[in-house]
T-cell receptor, first 111, second 116 residues
Framework: SQQGEEDPQALSIQEGENATMNCSYKTSINNLQWYRQNSGRGLVHLILIRSNEREKHSGRLRVTLDTSKKSSSLLITASRAADTASYFCATDPSGNTPLVFGKGTRLSVIA | EAQVTQNPRYLITVTGKKLTVTCSQNMNHEYMSWYRQDPGLGLRQIYYSMNVEVTDKGDVPEGYKVSRKEKRNFPLILESPSPNQTSLYFC???????????????FGNGTRLTVT
């Protein structure tokens, strides 16, 4: 069952620009997580934001969460070619239920 | 080093020949899960396990079996593989299911399976 849906599906930007990806979900959540996947590799956890938090930062990453709109955004500032990857949001629809992943946003950062 | 180890990395097999993909984690995690990833379909959960001897179906369990006899291992078994099971498979683990305890998932590097 697909809970989160990322937008856009694909994004291409120049190195140094900011990249913004969005995630919308359907039901109430306890937390929302963002993951990165380099081509063909396992997903790597980036950041977790709880339902009672509105914004979180980690290095060049900024995540916001709007529970009233059931949406989250991931901002990568001053992007680098190494940021080229697919980015997934994952939601926990209710306590003790496994995470559900979206289909991802494919980000290309051109040097 | 804390990690989730899957083997093999690549596997080519024929229809109907039973196979097992192994998954092991060294982080003493309670929760383990298998996903398959297909173009345009994203990550879909096959089976998961909240603890030893406890397994549950995910979104796409048909054609797969799992077992959780020990905490660290969670093998994925395809009793009679078919071409529609050609996919990229990932094992993942976390302290809990990512729910109220807010634990991130740790992923293995994947197993690319081709069934001809």
């Amino acid at each position: 069952s697909q809970q989160g849906e990322e937008d856009p599906q694909a994004l291409s930007i120049q190195e140094g620009e900011n990249a913004t990806m969005n995630c919308s979900y359907k039901t109430s959540i306890n937390n929302l997580q963002w993951y990165r996947q380099n081509s063909g590799r396992g997903l790597v956890h980036l950041i977790l934001i709880r339902s009672n938090e509105r914004e979180k930062h980690s290095g060049r990453l900024r995540v916001t969460l709007d529970t009233s709109k059931k949406s989250s955004s991931l901002l990568i500032t001053a992007s680098r070619a190494a940021d080229t990857a697919s980015y997934f949001c994952a939601t926990d629809p209710s306590g003790n239920t496994p995470l559900v992943f979206g289909k991802g946003t494919r980000l290309s950062v051109i040097a | 080093e804390a990690q989730v180890t899957q083997n093999p990395r690549y596997l080519i097999t024929v229809t109907g020949k039973k196979l097992t993909v192994t998954c092991s984690q060294n982080m003493n995690h309670e929760y383990m899960s298998w996903y398959r990833q297909d173009p345009g379909l994203g990550l879909r959960q096959i089976y998961y396990s909240m603890n030893v001897e406890v397994t549950d179906k995910g979104d796409v369990p048909e054609g797969y079996k799992v077992s959780r006899k020990e905490k660290r291992n969670f093998p994925l078994i395809l009793e009679s593989p078919s071409p529609n099971q050609t996919s990229l498979y990932f094992c993942a683990s976390s302290l809990d299911g990512g729910g109220s305890y807010n634990s991130p998932l740790h992923f293995g590097n994947g197993t690319r399976l081709t069934v001809t």
